[in-house]
Structure formats: structure tokens, C-alpha cells
């Protein structure tokens, strides 16, 4: 079973267009995160979620918005795309319990291309 | 969280053990030294994390000197698919403990020669 999964893998798209990017983790993590990569390949945190707070990078355009309809998935909608949104997104989950040897799981990747 | 320093990129001959460096002088008493590497395409994986021991599990090792501004992550017997871009991260919780995420640098490029 995968820890994280993230669906499309894949998703090419034109300018202007809504998207959304599911999440799921069965690993019973208490708390979710986006990750965008970008070309350079530096990774950046867009969000990170638990059912008590949403924190949101002050950077990301609010045209990206978090959906969360339980505990264990984390989507991620954006509307009107754009060419810089080009990237590839990572999903994460991590416990909120500080259990020793548990660290971040990330999803293997959304790789998401405006033309 | 404290700021971290490493060399861009490394060589290791495959089979030999890979020790890749990262500073860390602003460290807090209180703050974690973890170690991430993503192999090309995929996703982040973790890989160990330690406040003031030297600590080892099945992937690597890894060495914190004694003032903690500096650690070392020992690859004992490196192998091809070793070769990835490692992540050295400070940061005050050993796990998630808190929806603040992972602030990733740009990493070393450890690439395994056959």
C-alpha cells in the first residue's frame, strides 16, 4: 500500500483553466502538506493542514486553495492557471505525536505543465 | 529554524562509504538535525534525524559534533541508487508536532560512481 498517494501523476493543461490535485494518506497522520518544485528544483512549502489550523505561505497566489474533507486527504484546487504554475507538486503527511524515527512522507509527485 | 550549509555536489565511488557534511553554527539547544534525500523524479524520503547522539539505522549514520554546529551523514557502502540530492534540515520538532512543514535548502548532489 502507498503511504501517500497523489492522482494525476501527470496533467497537462491550458492557461486559464480550473485544476484540482488529490491527496490521500493512510497512515493515520494527523497533519497534511503541499510542496511545490519548481524548475530550478528548489522545494517550497504552499501549505500545511491539520484539523485544527490551516497555515499558508504568504507566497502563494490565492488562486491555490487546500480542500480537506477528512482527516486522511488533501486536495489542492487551483483556478486560472497560469505558465509559472508549471511544477511539480508534492503531497505530504507527518504525525503531530512526537514519536521517535518518524519523519515527513512525501507522495511521489504531480508533475503539472500550462501550455 | 537555524540555517544550514552544504557543498553543492560530491563524488563517492560506488561500494565506498559516502559522508556527506552539513554546518550548522546557529543551531538551537533545542533543535533537530534531520536528513532528507530525493532521488531523481521522486518524492523527499527521510532518512534520520538526531539532537546530540550519534545515531544509526538501516539507511545511514549520522555523526553531530560535540557543539552541534556541524553533523556528517555517513552512507556506509554507497551504491548507485544512492545517488540523489540530500537535504540537511534544522529545525525545533523531531516530527511533524505542528503544521509549520519542512524548509528545504538546496541540498548536496551526491552522485555514486560505478
Known amino acids: 500500500d502507498t503511504a501517500v498517494s497523489q492522482t494525476p501523476k501527470y496533467l497537462v493543461t491550458q492557461m486559464g483553466n480550473d485544476k484540482s490535485i488529490k491527496c490521500e494518506q493512510n497512515?493515520?497522520?494527523?497533519?497534511m502538506y503541499w510542496y511545490k518544485q519548481d524548475s530550478k528544483k528548489f522545494l517550497k512549502i504552499m501549505f500545511s493542514?491539520?484539523?485544527?489550523?490551516?497555515?499558508i505561505n504568504e507566497t502563494v497566489p490565492n488562486r491555490f486553495s487546500p480542500k480537506s474533507p477528512d482527516k486522511a486527504h488533501l486536495n489542492l484546487h487551483i483556478n486560472s492557471l497560469e505558465l509559472g504554475d508549471s511544477a511539480v507538486y508534492f503531497c505530504?503527511?507527518?504525525?503531530?505525536?512526537?514519536?521517535?524515527?518518524?519523519?515527513?512522507?512525501f507522495g511521489s509527485g504531480t508533475r503539472l505543465t500550462v501550455v | 529554524d537555524a540555517k544550514t550549509t552544504q557543498p553543492p555536489s560530491m563524488d563517492c565511488a560506488e561500494g565506498r562509504a559516502a559522508n556527506l557534511p552539513c554546518n550548522h553554527s546557529?543551531?538551537?539547544?533545542?533543535?533537530?538535525v534531520y536528513w532528507y534525500r530525493q532521488i531523481h523524479s521522486q518524492g523527499p524520503q527521510y532518512i534520520i534525524h538526531?539532537?546530540?547522539n550519534n545515531e544509526t539505522n538501516e539507511m545511514a549514520s549520522l555523526i553531530i559534533t560535540e557543539d552541534r554546529k556541524s553533523s556528517t551523514l555517513i552512507l556506509p557502502h554507497a551504491t548507485l541508487r544512492d545517488t540523489a540530492v540530500y537535504y540537511c534540515?534544522?529545525?525545533?520538532?523531531?516530527?511533524?508536532?505542528?503544521?509549520?512543514?519542512?524548509?528545504f535548502g538546496k541540498g548536496t548532489h551526491l552522485i555514486i560512481q560505478p
Open positions: 538526531g539532537l546530540k
Open positions: 497512515l493515520g497522520h494527523d497533519t
Open positions: 534540515i534544522v529545525r525545533l520538532r523531531p516530527s511533524g508536532g505542528g503544521a509549520d512543514g519542512l524548509t
Open positions: 546557529t543551531i538551537s539547544g533545542n533543535e533537530y
Open positions: 505530504a503527511s507527518s504525525p503531530t505525536t512526537t514519536r521517535r524515527g518518524y519523519g515527513y512522507t
Open positions: 493542514y491539520n484539523n485544527k489550523e490551516l497555515i
